[in-house]
Antibody, heavy 121, light 108 residues
Framework: EVQLVESGGGLVQPGGSLRLSCAAS????????MSWVRQAPGKGLEWVANIKQDGSEKYYVDSVKGRFTISRDNAKNSLYLQMNSLRAEDTAVYYCARAPLYGSGSYLDYWGQGTLVTVSS | DIQMTQSPSSLSASVGDRVTITCRAS??????LAWYQQKPGKAPKLLLY???RLESGVPSRFSGSGSGPDYTLTISSLQPEDFATYYC??????????FGGGTKVEIK
């Protein structure tokens, strides 16, 4: 059974940092592109970033470029999102998701349960 | 970037109704479209991909169609468990992956 379990969310002050993790199981993690998607309270879904199987390609939504870094450790079956210089508008539930198609463009077939990041003083 | 516009943003329907949700891309996306269902407090769930291909385990009352920039999600006979918010997502031209704004299906 495919499972994605996020962790690392919490309350952080504006300008602060946070590192999210996503533990994957039930599939060959190293064979898939992975994405982070977020959802602000009461709002829609926003794709944040994705990463190729070997970590050699990474893409970001414009609003987080230069502040967020996506990475992965295939030996640990884990996906990460390092978030720096956090702003109030980064407040959201962050989901990790699996992308079954090869290439940076794919739908997302499995999602974690999400972890809440709140940026507030 | 390709913009995705969903309509309506919300609708009220009764159990047994046929429901149609529309998603329009800012340009053609060659059927590279997925639909998701999200219930409150839960993660999105993939329903369809490639515009019309049903994800494994999804009931056949869900169907998708469309071409070019225009796509629809149809629920042939609305069931109580279908009351949720639905999102479309294009994956034709990336990055970024882009989602529609969502359609909330409520009980009439």
């Amino acid at each position: 059974e495919v499972q994605l379990v996020e962790s690392g969310g919490g309350l952080v002050q504006p300008g602060g940092s946070l590192r999210l993790s996503c533990a994957a199981s039930g599939f060959t993690f190293s064979s898939y592109w992975m994405s982070w998607v977020r959802q602000a309270p009461g709002k829609g879904l926003e794709w944040v970033a994705n990463i190729k199987q070997d970590g050699s390609e990474k893409y970001y939504v414009d609003s987080v470029k230069g502040r967020f870094t996506i990475s992965r450790d295939n030996a640990k079956n884990s996906l990460y999102l390092q978030m720096n210089s956090l702003r109030a508008e980064d407040t959201a539930v962050y989901y990790c998701a699996r992308a079954p198609l090869y290439g940076s463009g794919s739908y997302l077939d499995y999602w974690g349960q999400g972890t809440l990041v709140t940026v507030s003083s | 970037d390709i913009q995705m516009t969903q309509s309506p943003s919300s609708l009220s329907a009764s159990v047994g109704d046929r429901v149609t949700i529309t998603c329009r891309a800012s340009r053609g996306i060659s059927n590279s479209l997925a639909w998701y269902q999200q219930k409150p407090g839960k993660a999105p769930k993939l329903l369809l991909y490639a515009a019309s291909r049903l994800e494994s385990g999804v009931p056949s009352r869900f169907s998708g169609s469309g071409s070019g920039p225009d796509y629809t999600l149809t629920i042939s006979s609305l069931q109580p468990e279908d009351f949720a918010t639905y999102y479309c997502q294009q994956y034709y031209s990336t990055p970024p992956l882009t989602f529609g704004g969502g359609t909330k299906v409520e009980i009439k």
